[in-house]
């Protein structure tokens, strides 16, 4: 079993729609969790992060920890084509970082 | 943005050829990184570097060196490259290590190996 696992989509929803995306980890010590953005052809780049369980808010975003479960999720209210990209979960670990393969993001005008 | 830069970003080459891959970074962190990233995979760690002269192995080390000769510059080699080294390559830099701190990425050098 991988460390972390996410659906890797791709995922089209409408522009206006609620997104959700999810991941699993399998590692009980993890304890802090971050979602990247990634655009085609371009390097990942950190949208949010949350140390404990429950929901974090930021503007259209929403990072949500259920450790009992080991599950994250990610919820995007009133998606734009903007927030078309690639999400990855990422848990710090030790001296490094364990990523989730990412899901593909399609959001239609 | 955070200060990194990539070189070359685009790059194509034969097998059994050497390949080396500059990261450059203005910001002063401490700790670089080098990723690869392949459909189905994700992001995996090759090596990585907690200061000058300092660096330690990632998950798939093998076939590839770096060095780190200042703070600013992370090389990374591949001795004598393969087509399944074919892939994107990202470096990352943080200033810290600690659960909260997080890496920050360059836009990547795409690799082709024929």
């Known amino acids: 079993q991988k460390e972390v696992e996410q659906d890797p989509g791709p995922l089209s929803v409408p522009e206006g729609a609620i997104v959700s995306l999810n991941c699993t980890y399998s590692?009980?010590?993890?304890?802090?969790f971050m979602w990247y953005r990634q655009y085609s052809r371009k390097g990942p780049e950190l949208l949010m992060y949350?140390?404990?369980?429950g929901n974090k808010e930021d503007g259209r975003f929403t990072a949500q920890v259920d450790k009992s479960s080991k599950y994250i999720s990610l919820f995007i209210r009133d998606s734009q084509p903007s927030d078309s990209a690639t999400y990855l979960c990422a848990i710090p670990y030790g001296q490094n970082f364990v990523f989730g393969p990412g899901t593909r993001l399609s959001v239609l005008p | 943005d955070a200060g990194i830069t990539q070189s070359p970003r685009h790059k194509v080459t034969e097998t059994g050829t050497p390949v080396t891959l500059r990261c450059h970074q203005t910001e002063n962190h401490r700790y670089m990184y080098w990723y690869r990233q392949d459909p189905g995979h994700g992001l995996r760690l090759i090596h990585y570097s907690y200061g000058v002269k300092d660096t330690d192995k990632g998950e798939v080390s093998d076939g590839y060196s770096v060095s780190r000769s200042k703070t600013e510059d992370f090389l990374l080699t591949l001795e004598s490259a393969t087509s399944s080294q074919t892939s994107v390559y990202f470096c990352a830099i943080s200033e810290s290590l600690g659960i909260n701190q997080p890496q920050h990425f360059g836009d990547g050098t795409r690799l082709s190996i024929l």
């Open positions: 590692n009980s010590a993890f304890q802090y």
């Open positions: 949350t140390y404990s369980s």
